[in-house]
């Protein structure tokens, strides 16, 4: 019992890391309808300058910098690259965005080389102890953290301008624009929102239990696909949710390999997938995402 | 119809001209060179009366790429300080170095270009990507190193694995836990392992002396994305492990360590050569590395009381400041004396050839380059060697980590037969 | 006559003439890395031309190819590797098991195809990447007929008593003719053979319901277009065109390696169309000749050019270069040239065809000019 409440609290501390990533998705999903490769290179750019300047700011200021960076590095690549493309086809988009990817982790995994950047956190590797199961503080301030972000978000979605006007825009692009939506606006705060919340995710991907930074850790951002779609790649209570599935089905897999070793070992990588395979066998669009429905 | 007419009129019309262009003379016409240099000495592909060409296939950009730096480097140094004492059978040392990125298709394209350019390859990073060529490479009869220690790639003459493979190495791990009383007869002890060759060959050992002194194994497969190890820590907790064996990579074994001091489990970790990397020691993993966690390896560790070890440590902190020296700085140094032993011995018989060089390699029964154990080349099937070091992480030490047992090798491991080929 | 004479001197006729000369002459030139990087680029032509038709020409977005490109290779294994120690195989003749494993291939893309069939977009695109996951876990995990991280040996083509291989050599111009130079042949047959039947499904009726689809997926179905069989039909046939770039990748490695058809292969497929130019065959091709000769070429000659390091010492190293120059080429295509690189081609032989025909009096806008 104790083993399956690890699991749980394990897969549901990585699973909100997971949804933060996945949340960074369904915001620029939303606002663009474009499926953002580059995701994995923007939470490379956030836990990069964490990672090099905490030494000198301390760390509270270097994680402000690295999600300041890492938002502006988003808002970049909306206004350089996406704004400027004339293909209209999404997916051209999407592909596009590999490229931006490829360019971004090519120069920064060579500034990392071949080091292991410590992120210098205030958590290290202390350890809460919680009715005989001990958690890492690490992983309780992801999971604080990304609970207070998602519900800002979920907040600032509802109530404020700039969510009216995202979801305007996701509703009907052409429409919120005549009814003075200012569309570049909300991309570009899309995509430096998606930064701002890569980098988050990045700092608590390299914290304990992992050594820190180095260039393998773009890898990671690929779990939040499922994560996001299996959500709903148009819904942020879908990420969430995602991000949670994910983790928790990662967790299991793995934990309890030992009993479904006629899957073959090592299946903990590959349940993500399946979980998501199913889920969008029955409901085509995630959990939570709207169905396109055709009239005409 | 009338546009297969065309193509028809196209094609014949391009076999003719392709017909008469082939015809003309093609370099390739002439066939394998060979032949004798000015001294006599026969001449084999990539060697010149001036130079002598080696190859590198290595990885400086992908996931592999803190090794292939730091057995790139020690590399370059050895064949720069062998040309300054006069280079090899009056014959300087010229490297061709590429880098494959970790990737099958381009290790594959860069050993089209060495099979034709150079005499050996002293570093072939990776053993997926050496298996991809090994009917090449046996086919070319080039001499390789690989940078890889799995029993995938035995069984192959022009092959020399070098030092132990990650299966003995195991069960000399195993033999001194049990040694050390770390561990007794009857105990379970955790395994995580990657998916693939490494992982696959240390498994193999482990469960070899697990059935020998009645110990359980119990399996955690991972893949090299995993980086949290929270749910093998929970896994192995539950099964109640007397010791945790780790062949994995660095990152993981920081997570793992990390996890299990932190819930306070107390065993101790026994790593794979591939386990560790002193740059863990920087980050906030150092103090479940430093407490419990050991590794094997085939070689000495550049902290090690050796005077060519003391003396590569100093050259390569004065070429290379500031730069982590890991193990992959002694082997890789160590690959190149090999190489230019061979050379040396291939020089002697008069013939730099490819076959010359490998049966001068083949030929060394006790080949000592004073940087770690010697080594007995004249067999493929069996590694070179079955003594095993086992190191401890330590911090502000060269290398950052101690011999706790020199280089020993157990009574299991002289019985032990390794798989040849596979794992 | 000489009307007939003039056309058959067109620039598109004797570029096609002049391109196949080069390509039939070059094995007896080329050194063995040109025509390993070169087979390379011929294979992934096939699949690239495969993936255009099902995302360039329809619109679907896979990013699953890799998943069709291992069942084609190890599918060619199994069929025509014998039964030895740990691993099985059905020792069938080789060219009987090359086809069988275009046909697996296709069924696999068959068996996928529910699920393609009721995704949409981007939904769809993200699905297939499951297959990538669940590709490597097989490769990996199904020892007796993939052989694990091991991998197994490809064998050669026979054909007829005529063998791929490196021994025995065929002289031919004093030439000796060793597997590469054997293969390349093949893979330029299998080349202009995959790419004319692309064409021909392209310019003919399919194509036309395919552009559609992708246009409008609901005008398509009004119009009478069978959406749902022509979405699975193209899924199929991509697949199939994944499963022969696949047996042609396996003969040019000659071991199949699992680590290969991961997810980098998938991306570097969609960025190939993207490249070469959207929903044609030559741009398919293009782009797949882009891409993959980039790396090797850079590895190969990088050293001799300014601003890069060599490999291992500081500054941007060959690899990284041509990484890039392979992102920006992918970034740049779709900012500036739209239609890839076949577009850019296309707009130098329309201003080249400008040119030369007389310049009208009256001066007209750009858009009203004739192309």
Redesign the interface.
């Known amino acids: 019992m ?2 399956f409440i ?2 749980l609290v ?2 549901v501390s ?1 699973g909100s890391v997971y949804a933060l990533i996945a949340l960074g998705f369904v915001i620029i999903f939303k606002a663009t309808e474009v499926v953002n490769f580059a995701h994995a290179s923007l939470l490379l750019v956030g836990g990069y300058v964490i990672a090099v300047l905490h030494e000198d700011l301390g760390f509270w200021l270097a994680l402000v910098a690295g999600v300041a960076v890492a938002a502006v590095v988003g808002a970049l690549v909306e206004f350089c690259v996406l704004r400027r493309s004339r293909a209209g086809d999404q997916h051209v988009l999407a592909i596009v965005t590999i490229g931006v990817d490829i360019l971004l982790t ?1 120069e920064l ?2 500034r990392i ?6 992120m210098g ?1 205030p958590w ?4 809460v102890q919680i009715g005989g199961i ?1 958690i ?1 503080q690490t992983r309780i301030a992801a999971l604080v953290t990304a609970a207070t972000l998602i519900t800002c978000f979920l907040l600032a979605f509802r109530y404020t301008s700039w969510g009216i006007a995202m979801r305007a825009a996701a509703e009907d692009r052409e429409t919120a624009a005549l009814m003075g939506v200012r569309l570049s606006r909300v991309s570009m705060g899309a995509w430096a929102v998606a930064g701002a919340l890569a980098a988050v995710a990045a700092l608590f ?1 390299t ?6 930074l ?3 850790t773009s ?2 951002a ?1 779990k939040a696909f499922p994560a996001a779609i299996l959500g709903g790649l148009d819904s942020t209570t879908g990420a969430l949710v995602g991000g949670l599935i994910i983790g928790l089905a ?9 009993d479904v070793t006629f899957l073959g ?2 299946i ?2 590959v349940v993500p997938y399946l979980v998501m395979i199913v889920i969008l066998l029955i409901r085509p669009a995630g959990l939570f995402g709207t169905r396109e429905l055709a009239r005409v | 119809m009338k546009s297969t007419l ?2 028809t ?3 014949a ?3 003719a ?2 017909a008469g ?3 003309c003379a ?4 002439t ?1 394998g060179s060979g032949g004798a240099g000015a001294d006599g000495v026969k001449q084999g592909p990539g060697v010149t009366d001036k130079t002598i060409k080696l190859g590198v296939a ?1 990885d ?2 992908g ?1 592999y ?2 090794l292939g ?2 057995l ?2 020690s590399q ?1 140094l050895y064949f720069e300080q062998t040309n300054a004492a006069g280079g090899v059978c009056g014959r300087k040392i010229e490297t061709v ?5 970790y ?4 290790a ?3 050993y ?2 060495l ?2 350019s150079v005499l050996a390859i002293p570093q072939f990073l990776g053993s ?1 990507m050496v ?6 490479i046996e ?1 070319d009869k080039m001499f390789t190193i690989p940078s890889a220690w799995s029993t ?1 790639l035995l069984g192959s003459e022009p092959i020399q694995v070098t030092g132990t493979t990650y299966d003995v190495d195991m069960i000399n791990g195993i033999e001194w836990l049990l040694s050390k009383k770390l561990i007794k007869k009857g105990d379970k002890l955790g395994h995580v392992y990657f ?3 490494y992982g ?1 060959s240390a498994l193999r050992g482990a469960k070899f002396a697990a059935d020998k002194h009645g110990l359980t194994i ?15 820590v ?2 192995l ?3 109640k492990v007397a010791a945790i064996l780790m062949s994995a990579g ?2 993981q074994s ?3 360590a ?2 299990a ?4 489990m107390k065993q101790p970790i026994l790593g794979s050569n591939s386990a560790f ?1 002193p ?2 020691l ?4 150092k ?2 590395l430093v407490e419990g966690f050991f590794f094997t390896s085939a070689g000495a560790p550049i902290s090690a009381d050796l005077p060519e070890v003391k003396k590569l440590a100093d050259a390569y902190a004065k070429k290379y400041p500031g730069q ?1 020296m890991d193990s992959a700085v002694v082997s890789g140094y160590g690959n190149g004396a090999i190489v230019v032993s061979a050379l040396k011995k291939a020089c002697e018989a008069k013939d730099l050839t490819r076959e010359g060089l490998i049966k001068a390699h083949r030929s060394d029964a006790n080949a000592d380059t004073g940087l770690g154990t010697p080594m007995n080349f004249t067999y493929f099937d069996k590694p070179a060697t079955r003594k095993t070091y086992v190191l401890q992480p330590k911090d502000k030490i060269p290398g950052g980590a101690v011999i706790v047992q020199e280089a020993t090798e157990s009574e299991l491991a002289t019985t032990y037969q390794p798989p040849v080929g ?2 | 006559m000489s009307s007939a004479l003039s056309r ?1 001197l067109r620039p598109t ?1 004797i570029a ?2 002049a391109g ?2 080069v390509m ?2 070059i094995p ?2 080329a ?3 040109l ?3 070169g087979l ?1 680029a011929m294979a992934a032509a096939i699949g690239a031309i495969g993936l255009n038709l099902l995302t360039g020409s329809t619109g679907q977005l896979s990013m699953g190819h890799a998943f069709f490109l291992a069942v084609g290779a190890y599918g060619y294994v199994y069929f025509a590797g014998d039964s030895g ?2 691993l099985s195989g059905l020792g069938l003749p080789t060219p009987l098991a090359a086809v069988l494993a275009v046909v697996l291939a296709g069924l696999a893309g068959g068996l996928f195809s529910p699920i393609a069939g009721r995704l949409r977009g981007t939904y769809l695109g993200i699905a297939s990447l499951a297959l990538i996951f669940i590709g490597q876990h097989i490769l ?1 995990n199904a020892h007796a007929i993939t052989g ?4 197994r ?1 490809v064998p050669p083509l026979e054909l007829a008593g005529f063998s791929f291989a ?1 021994t025995p050599e065929l002289v ?5 003719l060793r597997a ?1 130079e054997k293969l390349w042949f093949l893979a330029l047959l299998l080349l202009l053979a995959a790419a ?1 039947v692309a064409r021909g499904i392209l310019r003919g009726r399919p194509g036309r319901a395919m552009g559609t689809i992708r246009d409008h997926e609901i005008a398509a179905g009004v119009m009478g277009v069978p959406v749902a069989r022509y979405r699975a039909g193209v899924f199929v046939l991509s697949s199939m065109y994944a499963g022969l770039a696949g047996v042609l990748l396996a003969m ?4 199949t ?4 058809f991961g997810i ?1 292969l998938s991306l570097e497929y969609l960025a190939m169309i993207v490249i070469g130019g959207l929903g044609s065959v030559a741009g398919a091709v293009a782009g797949a000749a882009f891409v ?1 000769l980039l ?2 070429l850079f ?2 000659y990088g050293d001799g050019l300014p601003l890069i390091a ?3 010492a500081e500054g941007v ?4 270069a041509s ?1 890039i120059l392979y992102g920006a080429a992918v970034v740049a295509v779709v900012l500036f040239f739209p239609g890839g690189l076949l577009g850019v081609w296309g707009r130098v032989r329309a201003s080249l065809a400008a040119r030369r025909t007389s310049h009208p009096l009256t001066r007209m806008e750009p858009e009203e000019q004739p192309t």
């Open positions: 104790t083993t690890e699991l394990n897969g990585i090519t995994t060579r080389g071949t080091d292991v950047l410590a956190d290290q590797s202390q350890v001990s890492a991907l914290v304990f239990p992992t050594p820190g180095d260039r393998s890898l990671v690929l990662e967790s299991l897999a793995a934990g309890y390999q030992n070992r090592g903990g990588e | 065309r193509m009129a196209v094609t019309v391009a076999l001209l392709a262009a082939a015809g093609s370099d390739k016409a066939g290595t400086l950009t996931v790429a803190p730096k730091s790139t480097q370059q170095v590429r880098d494959h990125g990737d099958p298709q381009k594959v394209s860069i089209s270009e099979s034709t997926p298996t991809a060529v090994k009917q090449r086919s995938t998916e693939g060759d696959g119990v399996e955690q497969k991972i893949k090299a994305t995993d980086n949290d190890m929270g749910p093998q929970a896994a907790s539950k099964a660095p990152r920081a997570s793992l990390g996890i001091r932190s819930q306070g990397s740059q863990l920087a980050t906030p993993a103090p479940a982590p596979s794992y | 058959a006729v096609a003439v196949l000369v039939l002459v007896f030139y050194e063995p890395f025509l390993q990087a390379f120690h740990e990996h694990g991280a091991n991998g040996d490196d031919v111009f004093q030439v000796p590469l004319w040019a490695f000659r071991r390696v699992p680590d290969y980098i993959s790396p090797p590895t190969r060599a490999p291992g190293s060959p690899a990284e990484r």
